[in-house]
């Protein structure tokens, strides 16, 4: 799962933007008419405005500017403040909590580092392979554990041994292998996210600013997620170890790594316990009705959903199966005498829970339900009404470009947050799918690599002191674009076979949104 970005130092940005944010908002209310006879859409462009600013120039917290909707919604009459305020917590976000509360569990039992270790353990060998087995861990946690957490674990495991490697060899004939593992750490965090829809904040933001905005559409299950998701990182893993291994930062011939340390660390993990097992056994429950609740069109085949089983299948939802299989662990004792607490997860998740981020969700689902509800979409949408003889694969290689630039400055949430209302617009008037752009968008939201503020996981490897930023920056870019080139091609050919999309069909469900039907 992403995060927020870290905390660094952009004092004079935050100052311009604390100025520009107001001073454009109160510009837009006081000087424009985007719709004449309709002043509501003005004073949603407005609020909407004043976010964008704050949310890109992070002027105060993320969290604070998503809650701007509570305040200004009622005092510009958008909308109620007690119809507002459902909008924060709906069953996307019992599904991040969820999924949250699992994997704080994993990490508490120290699952997590036991996975990690297996997997290196299990490809390990020579230093290319070390770089590819600390990879798959590294993406495979991703998929359902903070990204952060995943990266702070796995530097010092990297660490140990690229210490011990200089001190076998030198700094200088070792520095190849250290740049290479260490990228290898942050890309494949970054990577593994975009599997899973609890993997990062952006996926999750996309499945319900879809569903608020085209209402009558079928929501986005977390199964039809991972069959595309899942190939796609597989597909940038391999890419992205070829590419730090054989052509940037191939490593000398002599040099080999002493697999003990993993081994080591490994032995010190001791015999699994009880608590582990358990953990480990409702993640892959979890992970497994995830991905079969509903019915999976494979393309050529389909896999029956386990949800037609039960009497009430509508109703059920991937929140539902996230906190159902996490409330188990809240009623198995615990055996381990050093546990900590009396039950497998204890009292002390809730207070560890990203309430941040829970907030910046529900400030991108209001700004998503003002656009909807002022008909702020609509005029976007007829802005763009020009681009409707566009080639679609045109449109989502030049929104992954900007996307995924954008993202190396910018909160990857916060973005997609913004853009995705609007991608919706986009399509409407353009007449295509409107999962043709947005998914994309969210996909391409997660493939920053060239800036040490991009992701949390490049800001922990370039803490770590072993890496320049010119270093990142060079593989980075090569690795932007090829990441572009790759979502563009793998969901034009391969995704839109797997959420039914016709490219040159506009479906009944994406009409509802310009009769304002909601």
């Not at 020579?126 to 995943?150: E, Y």
């Not at 933001?205 to 079928?218: M, N």
């Not at 752009?437 to 996981?457: D, R």
Request: a positive charge.
């Amino acid at each position: 799962m992403h995060d927020e970005k870290p905390g660094v130092s952009k004092s004079l940005s935050q100052k311009i933007g604390l100025f520009l944010g107001p001073v454009l908002f109160l510009i837009v209310i006081l000087f424009f008419d985007l719709e004449p006879g309709k002043p509501i859409v003005t004073r949603m462009a407005a609020v909407a405005v004043l976010m964008a600013v704050w949310w890109i120039t992070d002027a105060i917290p993320l969290f604070a500017t998503a809650l701007l909707p509570m305040l200004l919604y009622p005092l510009l009459g958008i909308l109620k403040g007690k119809a507002t305020a459902p909008i924060y917590i709906n069953s996307t976000i019992f599904l991040f909590i969820g999924g949250f509360m699992i994997a704080l569990t994993m990490e508490k039992w120290q699952l997590h580092r036991r996975i990690a270790l297996f997997i290196i353990r299990l490809i390990g060998g020579g230093p290319t392979r070390i770089v590819l087995g600390f990879m798959i861990a590294a993406a495979f946690l991703s998929m359902w554990i903070s990204n952060t957490a995943t990266a702070i674990m796995m530097i010092p495991i990297g660490l140990a041994i690229i210490t011990q490697m200089e001190s076998k060899f030198d700094v200088e004939d070792t520095h190849k292998f250290t740049v290479g593992l260490m990228l290898g750490i942050a890309y494949a965090c970054s990577m593994g996210g975009v599997a899973t829809l609890v993997g990062t904040p952006p996926n999750l933001s996309f499945a319900r600013i879809f569903e608020i905005t085209f209402p009558q559409a079928e929501p986005i299950a977390f199964g039809t997620w991972f069959i595309m998701g899942l190939p796609l990182c597989i597909v940038m893993i391999i890419i992205i170890w070829l590419m730090l291994t054989q052509i940037f930062f191939r490593v000398p011939a002599h040099l080999t790594v002493d697999r003990s340390i993993v081994d080591k660390e490994y032995r010190e993990l001791g015999k699994i316990r009880f608590e582990e097992k358990v953990v480990l056994a409702v993640f892959f429950l979890t992970a497994f009705l995830w991905v079969f609740r509903k019915k999976l069109n494979l393309g050529f085949f389909a896999i029956p959903g386990w949800s037609q089983w039960i009497p009430y299948p509508d109703l059920i939802d991937d929140g539902t199966v996230g906190l159902g299989m996490a409330m188990i662990m809240f009623l198995i004792p615990t055996r381990s005498p050093d546990a900590g607490s009396a039950m497998i997860m204890g009292p002390d998740v809730i207070k560890n829970i990203p309430w941040n981020i829970v907030l910046l969700f529900g400030g991108g689902f209001a700004l998503a339900k003002g656009f909807q509800v002022t008909g702020l979409s609509a005029l976007i949408g007829n802005k763009f009404a020009g681009l409707a003889g566009m080639s679609p694969v045109l449109m989502i290689l030049f929104i992954c470009f900007g996307l995924t630039f954008l993202t190396e400055l910018t909160s990857n949430t916060a973005t997609t947050e913004m853009i995705l209302p609007i991608l919706a617009s986009v399509a409407f008037a353009m007449k295509a799918n409107p999962l043709l752009l947005m998914i994309p968008a969210t996909l391409s939201a997660s493939c920053a690599f060239m800036m040490p503020v991009a992701t949390p996981p490049n800001a922990i490897i370039f803490g770590s002191g072993r890496i320049k930023i010119a270093e990142m920056a060079k593989v980075g870019i090569f690795i932007n674009i090829i990441g572009i080139l790759i979502i563009t091609c793998l969901f034009y050919f391969f995704g839109t076979a797997i959420f039914g999309i016709d490219p040159g069909v506009f479906p009944e469900w994406a009409k509802a949104m310009g009769t304002g039907a909601h």
